[in-house]
Antibody, heavy 126, light 110 residues
Framework: QVQLQESGPGLVKPSETLSLTCGVS?????????WGWIRQPPGKGLEWIGN???????YFNPSLKGRVTISLDTSRNQFSLNLSSVTAADTAVYFC???????????????????WGTGTTVTVSS | QSVLTQPPSLSAAPGQKVTISCSGS????????VSWYQQLPGTAPKLLIY???KRPSGIPDRFSGSKSGSSATLGIIGLQTGDEADYYC???????????FGGGTKLTVL
């Protein structure tokens, strides 16, 4: 059974960098799939942050204006999120997820998150 | 403002049927497959439907999905109080090159 678990500081100061890790058990991140991050501000909906493939290729939400990096640590079977220059608007529950992504019928993409972590709350405050 | 549009809330009685709509455009739903997620209060989202109408193992057949043009629909029959949750649609957007979600629909079963 594949399980994901987020970890990291629950409180980050404004202008600093938010760093989270997602530990994966029951599946080797080297074996395929994309791995992604999603967040949910208090009382709001889901916001897509970005994802990474085991080749290292990444896609990010342009609204985060280059503040995001996602990396893989295959030796520890985990992947990480760094979000720099945080403000109160970055306060949210952060989820990691396994992502299925590919082409069907030559030009239609399928894209979905089939396994999610439980989420970790990050508050940006001084 | 979400790229995909869902009704903010819906309500229905136990045992009834409900449909949740998700409207997009040719750059997302119109040319890609749709997924649906259920988020029970205080928990992580769970995949309900993928590739428009497929159910992962363990998801009851009371839940169904469909797509027509640039819109998709989640259907739930035989509503139970345990179905009270937020429901989100999602897909890939070819123009933005990002994953996108709907704003979510809060379903109340009363």
């Amino acid at each position: 059974q594949v399980q994901l678990q987020e970890s990291g500081p629950g409180l980050v100061k404004p202008s600093e960098t938010l760093s989270l890790t997602c530990g994966v058990s029951g599946y080797s991140i080297n074996s395929g799939y994309y791995w992604g991050w999603i967040r949910q501000p208090p009382g709001k909906g889901l916001e897509w942050i970005g994802n990474i493939y085991n080749s290292g290729s990444t896609y990010f939400n342009p609204s985060l204006k280059g503040r995001v990096t996602i990396s893989l640590d295959t030796s520890r079977n985990q992947f990480s999120l760094n979000l720099s220059s945080v403000t109160a608007a970055d306060t949210a529950v952060y989820f990691c997820a396994r992502v299925s992504w590919g082409l069907r019928d030559s030009y239609n993409y399928f894209y979905y998150m089939d396994v999610w972590g439980t989420g970790t709350t990050v508050t940006v405050s001084s | 403002q979400s790229v995909l549009t869902q009704p903010p809330s819906l309500s229905a009685a136990p045992g009834q049927k409900v449909t949740i709509s998700c409207s997009g455009s040719s750059s997302n739903i119109g040319n890609n497959y749709v997924s649906w997620y259920q988020q029970l209060p205080g928990t992580a989202p769970k995949l309900l439907i993928y590739e428009n109408n497929k159910r992962p193992s363990g998801i009851p057949d009371r839940f169904s999905g469909s797509k027509s043009g640039s819109s998709a629909t989640l259907g739930i029959i035989g509503l139970q109080t345990g179905d009270e949750a937020d429901y989100y649609c999602g897909t890939w957007d070819n123009s933005l090159s990002t994953g996108v979600f709907g704003g979510g629909t809060k379903l109340t079963v009363l």
